[in-house]
């Protein structure tokens, strides 16, 4: 027996006097209190993006502290010689691919989770957090024999199932609590001004669901472009093969070559940098908007 749930109007508590007390006390620590710790970990963290830029354009064989001069001659060679041009491409369509379908999946199961009750609604739910304790590494044999049956093995479209697969849970649960934060009576109300349940949703529900939408698709296309395991496993062809496995060909059992690997990761990494530098916004509204149940 599948009901739908009406959710009951909140009550807002006032804000305790002791809350205010500790803002007020936070609000009078010094201030070199916070940047000074803030700085020493933002230099914690940028050394080591330093390193990678001082490999990718300094020149071979150069020990500078200072990349000077600088050389663009890693990154032609990893473009060119070592196929990244290929490789980016691959994971462009892997990461688009997997933020379409898990969101577009999840979207749909967040929705029946978050308006309806059904029998095994608390079995369904603790059944998608217990699948996020499951690492990755035991999917692959069960998989690969799947993919192996529905002829898929050596295929792109393989990892974006894969991976598709393992985000839909955590992004189903997101979406469900985005969505319990829109107040029922919207839809209520469109319903009453003669739309059916799909176009109330799409008109009301859906434009104010851009912030979570954001954050799970941000999310699932980051994990996509970064995951090397399923690429690895799944594809055998260099011409399918993604960004994390092209950096893996990089590396050998006698040398390394740290120019080359450097200039990999920077063009690994800067698509991503700027994906976030656009939605940041968002994301943050997203994530702050999905821990709180409205």
């Known amino acids: 027996m599948i009901t739908e749930i009406a959710p009951a109007p909140e009550r807002v508590a006032p804000e305790p006097a002791r809350s ?87 979207l749909a199961g967040g929705y029946a989770l978050a308006r309806f009750d059904f029998r095994i609604k608390r079995a369904f739910m603790l059944a998608l957090l217990c699948s996020q304790f499951v690492p990755g590494a035991l999917l692959l044999v069960p998989l690969f024999q799947i993919f192996a049956k529905l002829q898929m093995i ?16 955590l992004s189903m649960i997101l979406i469900s609590g985005f969505i319990r934060n829109v107040p029922y009576s919207l839809e209520e109300a469109a319903w009453v001004d003669g739309c059916d349940r799909f176009t109330a949703f799409r008109i009301v529900v859906l434009p104010l669901l851009r912030p979570g939408l954001i954050a799970v698709g941000s999310f699932a296309f980051v994990h996509a472009w970064n995951h090397f395991l399923f690429a690895l496993m799944f594809l055998s062809d260099q011409s399918k093969q993604t960004i994390p496995v092209g950096l893996n060909t990089l590396m050998s059992a006698d040398s390394v070559d740290l120019g080359a690997l450097a200039a990999g990761g920077i063009v690994a990494a800067v698509p991503v940098v700027i994906v976030f530098a656009f939605i940041q916004k968002w994301l943050i509204t997203g994530f702050s908007a999905g821990a709180v149940k409205g």
């Open 20 to 106: 205010r007390g500790k803002r007020r006390a936070w609000d009078e620590v010094p201030r070199w209190q916070i940047y000074v710790p803030l700085s020493v970990y933002l230099l914690f963290t940028l050394i080591p993006f330093y390193w990678i830029l001082l490999f990718a354009l300094r020149p071979a064989g150069s020990t500078s502290l200072v990349p000077w001069p600088v050389t663009f001659d890693h990154f032609q060679k990893v473009w060119t010689e070592r196929s990244f041009g290929t490789y980016f491409q691959n994971s462009v369509l892997v990461g688009v691919a997997t933020l379409l379908l898990t969101t577009v999946v999840a």
């Open 154 to 169: 050596n295929s792109l479209g393989s990892v974006i199932l894969a991976e598709t697969v393992f985000q839909l849970p």
